[in-house]
């Protein structure tokens, strides 16, 4: 059942569309990504979602509310963490969850939901001296405070060190298993492929891919890549003449063969054959980075402001 549905949704600012017919639905209990560069029109989009933009056109309903219209009732069902999300410095994390919890007709457990995202030695803190990832965590808590059906999530991971954002994705894929449907906004390819059940990719406000993970790096028709060193030269025919190999070219000392399939044993097959010592050799599978490029002709930008 879907949860969230988007139809033909437009919106334009002066003489600028910044989305654009775009559509999508979100169904029942999956995290579903919504992943593009900046100015693809991803915050706007989810600003229609949140009843804080009005659509220029097209039809926008989450659990089959009109998100301006019925505002209020709205607010009941959705928990958002934005991506700028600021609390006063010296408002301590208890009373941030206390305060959020009193907008709410039937609110979390506030000390549970402290446990379950380990903030409990932290209740007595204020906001200026959490860490990163401990004012991540709290922004979770503060959208599930309502006991949402639904959670928005924005570029919930920007900024982190590895450790915190491999922590908050944990924490994730812990909120879904409550039986929280989870819009995921971001610009982090590893944590799209790690989190999403499916994905819509925007570019220029338009939705230019929606799949899986697995299904939009294979509908980009992306390659595995074969990376090995070896002594001395050899003739590069050897491996191009194979039907998985689409092409073999040199890279800062090593050789590269692109291709699909069981690309690593008929290379290293083919290799042997024709007594060519291959070493540190290794599989680079296609990633969803590779889909990205395939359908929108440009790599994303890691730091950019999405």
Same mark, same amino acid.
């Given at each position: 059942?879907?949860? %969230?549905? /988007?139809?033909?949704?437009?919106?334009?600012?002066?003489?600028?569309?910044?989305?654009?017919?775009?559509?999508?639905?979100?169904?029942?209990?999956?995290?579903?990504?919504?992943?593009?560069?900046?100015?693809?029109?991803?915050?706007?989009? /989810?600003?229609?979602?949140?009843?804080? =933009? /009005?659509?220029?056109?097209?039809?926008? *309903?989450?659990?089959?509310?009109?998100?301006?219209?019925?505002?209020?009732?709205?607010?009941?069902?959705?928990?958002?963490?934005?991506?700028?999300?600021?609390?006063?410095?010296? !408002?301590?994390?208890? +009373?941030?969850?206390? %305060?959020? *919890?009193?907008?709410?007709?039937?609110?979390?457990?506030?000390?549970?939901?402290?446990?379950?995202?380990?903030?409990? +030695?932290?209740?007595?803190?204020?906001?200026?001296?959490?860490?990163?990832?401990?004012?991540?965590?709290?922004?979770?808590? $503060?959208?599930?405070?309502?006991?949402?059906?639904?959670?928005? !999530?924005?570029?919930?991971?920007?900024? %982190?060190?590895? *450790?915190? *954002?491999?922590?908050?994705?944990? $924490?994730?894929?812990?909120?879904?298993?409550?039986?929280?449907?989870?819009? $995921?906004?971001?610009?982090?390819?590893?944590?799209?492929?790690?989190?999403?059940?499916?994905?819509?990719?925007?570019? =220029?406000?338009?939705? /230019?891919?929606?799949?899986?993970?697995?299904?939009?790096?294979?509908?980009?028709?992306?390659?595995?890549?074969?990376?090995?060193?070896?002594?001395?030269?050899?003739? @590069?025919?050897? %491996?191009?003449?194979?039907?998985?190999?689409? +092409?073999?070219?040199?890279?800062?000392?090593?050789?590269?063969?692109?291709? @699909?399939?069981? !690309?690593?044993?008929?290379?290293? @097959? +083919?290799?042997?054959?024709?007594?060519?010592?291959? @070493?540190?050799?290794?599989?680079?599978?296609?990633?969803?980075?590779?889909?990205?490029?395939?359908?929108?002709?440009?790599?994303?930008?890691?730091?950019?402001?999405?």
């Amino acid at each position: 059942m879907a949860v %969230l549905e /988007v139809d033909g949704l437009r919106k334009q600012y002066d003489d600028t569309v910044v989305v654009d017919d775009v559509s999508f639905d979100v169904a029942q209990g999956e995290i579903f990504g919504i992943l593009g560069p900046n100015g693809a029109g991803k915050t706007t989009t /989810v600003e229609c979602l949140e009843g804080l =933009r /009005v659509p220029d056109a097209g039809h926008v *309903r989450v659990l089959g509310l009109d998100p301006h219209r019925e505002r209020a009732k709205l607010r009941q069902v959705l928990g958002v963490q934005l991506q700028k999300g600021m609390l006063p410095e010296k !408002l301590r994390v208890r +009373e941030a969850l206390a %305060l959020y *919890r009193s907008f709410y007709r039937d609110g979390a457990d506030i000390d549970r939901l402290l446990d379950d995202l380990r903030l409990t +030695e932290k209740r007595n803190t204020a906001f200026e001296d959490l860490s990163g990832g401990q004012a991540q965590r709290l922004a979770i808590a $503060l959208a599930l405070v309502g006991k949402p059906r639904i959670a928005i !999530l924005d570029e919930l991971t920007t900024g %982190l060190d590895p *450790r915190a *954002r491999e922590d908050t994705w944990e $924490l994730i894929e812990q909120i879904r298993a409550t039986g929280v449907t989870v819009l $995921l906004v971001t610009h982090f390819m590893a944590e799209a492929q790690r989190l999403c059940d499916r994905i819509a990719i925007l570019d =220029r406000g338009k939705v /230019v891919a929606l799949d899986t993970p697995g299904g939009l790096i294979a509908a980009a028709g992306a390659q595995q890549r074969v990376r090995f060193r070896t002594s001395e030269s050899f003739d @590069t025919a050897v %491996l191009e003449r194979l039907g998985e190999v689409s +092409e073999v070219r040199a890279e800062r000392g090593e050789m590269v063969v692109f291709g @699909t399939g069981d !690309l690593l044993r008929v290379v290293s @097959t +083919e290799l042997a054959n024709h007594g060519i010592a291959a @070493t540190e050799t290794r599989v680079e599978h296609a990633t969803l980075d590779d889909a990205f490029l395939a359908f929108t002709g440009r790599a994303m930008d890691a730091h950019e402001n999405v």
